[in-house]
């Protein structure tokens, strides 16, 4: 038996090189969203960004988030802003060596860190109960990221919010995660 949360094409040809006559089973439509999180595109301006998503943070009143930024440096451009006015933050990505992303991780289960800033090293693979919002700061380039950076909320039939910070420069990739979904993603 083989598992997989997802099915790229790279892992699709390791099966059909080592795997003779599989059985496929899918428990869900490739990149389709989790019904129990409650999508939102906020619209906003690059220079903007920073004080519009301090304000969706106060307004919603969060137990807790994952922020994802595209890019490791503004994974901690972001951190450190949202730790200059008050807010619980830490910061994961792939240029953080093992223990200090564990420290961060089990701080956020723990409930110390109320924010985890990310790249998408936090998209997958990662169980963390219990998160309440995600918070796309950018909006991913490839459209399949959409889903599995929102599906860090709304687990086990627990119900979730998902806002995407979107500027005008953001229109394609929008439009390309909308298409995927087959449904436009309402404007909060």
């Known amino acids: 038996l083989f598992f997989s949360a997802t099915m790229p094409p790279e892992i699709q040809r390791l099966t059909d090189t080592f795997l003779q006559n599989p059985e496929r089973i899918e428990v869900?439509?490739?990149?389709?969203?989790?019904?129990?999180?409650?999508?939102?595109?906020?619209?906003?301006t690059r220079d903007g960004k920073r004080e519009m998503l301090r304000g969706l943070i106060r307004d919603e009143n969060c137990k807790n988030a994952i922020i994802f930024c595209n890019r490791k440096r503004d994974?901690?451009?972001v951190a450190k802003s949202l730790e200059s006015h008050g807010f619980s933050v830490g910061a994961l990505h792939?240029?953080?060596?093992q223990?200090?992303?564990?420290?961060?991780?089990?701080?956020?289960?723990?409930?110390?860190?109320?924010?985890l800033v990310a790249s998408d090293v936090a998209a997958r693979g990662l169980d963390i109960p219990d998160v309440t919002h995600v918070f796309n700061f950018d909006v991913p380039t490839h459209s399949e990221d959409y889903v599995h950076r929102i599906g860090r909320t709304g687990r086990a039939g627990k119900s979730g919010t998902a806002y995407t910070l979107v500027t005008r420069e953001d229109g394609k990739y929008l439009a390309q995660i909308e298409k995927m979904l087959g449904n436009a993603i309402p404007v909060h």
């Not at 439509?29 to 999180?37: G, K, L, Q, Y």
């Open 94 to 97: 792939g240029d953080l060596d």
């Open 75 to 77: 994974v901690s451009i």
């Open 28 to 44: 869900a439509r490739a990149s389709s969203a989790n019904a129990t999180i409650t999508q939102a595109v906020v619209k906003t």
């Open 99 to 115: 223990s200090t992303r564990m420290k961060t991780l089990d701080g956020f289960r723990a409930g110390n860190i109320r924010l």
